[in-house]
């Protein structure tokens, strides 16, 4: 039987909550096992003492590496697909978690007020130090584009749609 990596491990890592009239809010999930993760049963939220909002369809994967990142259409509505969650996120602040089937936390990040079209989220990737990210994004603002100290392979094709760089890297 193939092996996967563990959940406990999952990381809420980018979020944009007060997106550019007519883009939904959304959020992504990141894998740092080296091994892909099974998703489904895992419930995802907007509020921390509410953990079982919306349940992740069976035989959902996560993907590692370059594929350990999937991004969720925070609009309310389930029935788009699999990618849509039941909740929207507020600008003015709130939380996104990741929890078990019984509702054990696994991650939640709590955030304030949102600037419309700035995502924000953990960087490096997983890491506990939140940071504001350019946009919109475009090609030439990837991670890794325009930084010195950056190496472009930080930037993997699953990203380039949304992943920008710090707003604190200057070009």
Request: hydrophobic letters at 35%; aromatic letters at 8%; one cysteine or more.
């Amino acid at each position: 039987m193939p092996q996967l990596g563990d959940p406990a491990n999952l990381r809420i890592n980018e979020w944009l909550a007060d997106p550019p009239p007519g883009d939904d809010d959304w959020f992504e999930l990141y894998n740092p096992n080296p091994l892909p993760v099974a998703l489904g049963g895992l419930h995802l939220t907007d509020n921390l003492n509410a953990r079982t909002k919306h349940r992740i369809a069976d035989l959902s994967f996560l993907g590692a590496g370059t594929n350990a990142f999937q991004r969720f259409r925070a609009d309310g509505a389930s029935g788009p697909g699999a990618d849509h969650v039941i909740f929207s996120l507020q600008g003015g602040g709130e939380a996104i978690g990741i929890s078990t089937a019984t509702g054990t936390l696994l991650h939640g990040v709590t955030f304030g007020l949102q600037v419309e079209g700035v995502s924000q989220g953990l960087f490096p990737d997983g890491s506990e130090t939140i940071v504001a990210f350019r946009a919109p994004p475009r090609p030439a603002n990837r991670i890794g584009a325009g930084c010195p100290n950056w190496s472009s392979t930080k930037s993997s094709p699953t990203r380039t749609r949304h992943s920008k760089t710090p707003s604190n890297c200057t070009t």
